[in-house]
């Protein structure tokens, strides 16, 4: 079994910056891609950014230049910086792992981190 969760969400005002976390753990997998997401109230759930254990990465092309994915390969965990934040980046905030354990893939979801921005 492999957890996900998310960390370091909270309030912000525009113009500033947070960065949100996604640590994996369990044991007996390998990560081959994380996904960032947000749902917005009322609003279906989106692609936010996403990296692949190859290290390509690809974001909304709205966002692309004010977040950046990383990753710590070794901690199992990914990032999100999240720049010059606007008060429409407010939402929920999930993080999806995609694993493989022996042959077969897996996909975990986190519980979700709340960023809200005020203006």
């Known amino acids: 079994q492999v957890q996900v969760v998310e960390s370091g969400g909270g309030l912000v005002q525009a113009g500033g910056s947070l960065r949100l976390s996604c640590a994996a753990s369990?044991?007996?997998?390998?990560?081959?891609?994380v996904g960032w997401y947000r749902q917005a109230p009322g609003k279906q759930r989106e692609l936010v950014a996403h990296t692949t254990s190859g290290g390509s990465t690809n974001y909304a092309g709205s966002l692309k230049g004010r977040f950046t994915i990383s990753r710590d390969n070794a901690k199992n965990t990914v990032y999100l910086q999240m720049n010059s934040l606007k008060p429409e980046d407010t939402a929920v905030y999930y993080c999806?792992?995609?694993?493989?354990?022996?042959?077969?893939?897996?996909?975990?979801w986190g519980q979700g981190t709340q960023v809200t921005v005020s203006s």
């Open positions: 999806n792992a995609l694993v493989q354990i022996g042959d077969y893939g897996y996909s975990y």
């Open positions: 369990g044991s007996g997998f390998s990560i081959t891609a």
